[in-house]
């Protein structure tokens, strides 16, 4: 089955809307995909309102910004299938988008206040109800540059990281507490690119608290973490899932549906 998991629309930090990337998909001949934006539910509930046809399968999904206090690192946590209305996802992820829209304003001003040129007009918030500010929604303020470029990387490290001007962040959620929300409203919890931020040694124990599915295949995988990651599919006993991570103009140039998976590789993730 040609899939893609991992997708970004303009609901969260993507330039592409939700139309566009089905239509896209449909164009690469995907057989299902997920859209799974950042701490937000909305972009689900809106893809139910368009007229589409069943010719492209399209799975509830987000992905939740977490952290792991015991190795001091971010994690990702992809939750799909959840059960309308997710309230206990939400509780999580409307306060991550409150304190995240905080922070990046926060940049915004600084910026404004060295006198950082931003054409405001360039600046498109999510389209969610939250209409949260993202680095890359500033970025667009401050650049026509590809994202790909190196005048654009290089700008973006000297603000945001290296401790650049805007090189501060938020505090996440426990990624636990974020597992347990997911399962609380039925979802399945898996596990987001291990190999990007080096995830792996915490999967034993997000397994035991009921982690259900790890992604194996990623824009930032490495083969060895392809196989790390499918090492401990096979040791855990957890499905396996994939995607491109594609956040169009905002984010590195990826291809949609080069993950060919078996259905049952997918176990329940197609039982929606």
Do not use: W
């Not at 890359?136 to 401790?163: E, R």
């Amino acid at each position: 089955m040609k899939c893609d998991f991992h997708l970004h629309s303009n609901f969260s930090d993507s330039s592409r809307s939700v139309e566009d990337i089905i239509d896209l998909a449909k164009a690469k001949g995907l057989e299902a995909i997920s859209i799974v934006d950042h701490d937000t539910t909305e972009t689900y509930a809106y893809i139910k309102t368009l007229d589409l046809d069943q010719t492209l399968k399209i799975i509830p999904g987000l992905e939740i910004s977490a952290y792991d206090y015991k190795n001091m690192r971010k994690v990702h946590l992809l939750a799909y299938n959840y059960q309308e209305p997710a309230v206990n996802i939400n509780r999580l992820c409307q306060e991550t988008l409150a304190k995240r829209n905080a922070n990046s304003e926060e940049k915004l001003r600084l910026l404004e206040e060295n006198s950082y040129a931003i054409d405001h007009d360039q600046i498109n918030r999510s389209k969610n109800s939250t209409q949260t500010l993202y680095k890359q929604h500033i970025m667009a303020g401050l650049t026509g540059g590809d994202f790909n470029s190196k005048a654009y990387q290089d700008l973006y490290k000297s603000i945001f990281k290296n401790g650049g001007l805007a090189d501060f962040d938020i505090e996440y959620v426990d990624v636990f507490k974020a597992m347990e929300a997911v399962l609380a409203d039925g979802g399945l919890p898996v596990l987001a690119h291990p190999g990007e931020l080096d995830s792996f040694s915490i999967v034993g124990d997000l397994v035991a608290k009921g982690l259900k599915g790890i992604e194996v295949y990623h824009s930032s995988h490495s083969k060895e973490d392809e196989q790390r990651a499918l090492n401990l599919a096979q040791d855990y006993g957890l499905f396996i899932t994939g995607g491109s991570d594609d956040h169009g103009a905002y984010g590195k140039k990826v291809d949609l549906g080069t993950v060919d998976l078996d259905q049952d590789q997918l176990g329940p993730l197609l039982k929606s």
